[in-house]
């Protein structure tokens, strides 16, 4: 819950107390609480998105009431937790079921979390993010994205979006770098992805070519049910690796 600058949380902050306006700086401040690496170049881009419409002062100054800012922190945690897409992020915000651009809606999660929205959000592909986006999302600079290229470790699709999937990586890659772990030290990290996904299809390929669409279907929901198999041997042999325990 994001603690507004009066002390309040939650709606019955500051809007709730004589409906203060908040300037961006101030906005900042909040947001960093539980975003410390949120700028005002991220809420501006935010803004250009259509994902917060602050009210404008006659000299042109942005002025955030305490909803905008719950909405942006909900725009944030939905990107860290969900690795979502703008796009996909302003549909949930702005539908009425879920409360409309007037309320401050959580959307509902299946019971799969974070790697459940990533799966969810690339079946209903194409959605796709630019370039530009795809960097604000993650908060790092063209540089750093172009030497993850560089490694493979993210790739655009041709017409030049990234999807769920790439939004993801961008992230974990950038997560692993806060500890020092640079694009060079996972190329095993990827070769080994390699190696799985080619387990995967091995296993697939000849339900692919088969002539019945069922089967072909089949095959998808194989290749996804053995890709999380996949994923969670890697972690429990990495933790036993470690002799690291979940609690």
């Known amino acids: 819950m994001l603690r507004t600058p009066s002390g309040g ?17 101030a906005v900042l ?15 501006r881009f935010l803004e250009a998105e259509g994902l917060v419409e602050p009210q404008r002062t ?10 905008d800012v719950e909405r942006l922190g909900q725009v944030l945690r939905m990107q860290r937790d969900h690795y979502l897409p703008l796009k996909v992020i302003r549909e949930q915000l702005d539908d009425p079921a879920r409360g409309g651009r007037g ?64 939004v993801a990586v961008a992230r974990l890659v950038a997560d692993l770098g806060r500890f020092g772990l640079e694009p060079r030290h996972l190329r095993a990290v990827k070769a080994a992805a390699d190696r799985e996904a080619g387990l995967v299809e091995q296993v697939v390929a000849p339900l692919r070519r088969h002539r019945n669409p069922q089967t072909r279907a089949h095959a998808e929901a194989t290749a ?3 890709a999380g198999l996949s994923v969670r041997l890697h972690a429990a042999l990495v933790r036993r690796a470690l002799h690291v325990r979940e609690r």
């Not at 401040?29 to 809420?43: C, Q």
């Not at 006659?58 to 909803?67: D, L, Q, V």
């Not at 790697?115 to 986006?133: L, W």
């Open 103 to 166: 309320g401050i809606p959580v959307p509902a999660q299946p019971g799969g979390g974070a790697d459940f929205a990533v799966e969810e959000a690339a079946d209903r592909a194409p959605v796709r993010i630019g370039r530009e986006e795809l960097l604000a999302v993650v908060g790092v600079a063209d540089t750093e994205l172009a030497e993850w290229e560089s490694y493979g470790l993210v790739a655009a699709h041709p017409d030049g979006g990234f999807d769920a999937d790439s």
């Open 29 to 43: 401040n909040v947001l960093r609480e539980e975003f410390p690496e949120v700028t005002i170049s991220k809420i």
């Open 9 to 25: 949380t939650g709606s019955s902050g500051t809007a709730g107390a004589a409906g203060r306006l908040l300037s961006i700086g």
């Open 224 to 226: 996804r049910e053995l």
């Open 58 to 67: 006659p000299s042109g100054y942005r002025k955030f009431s305490t909803a």
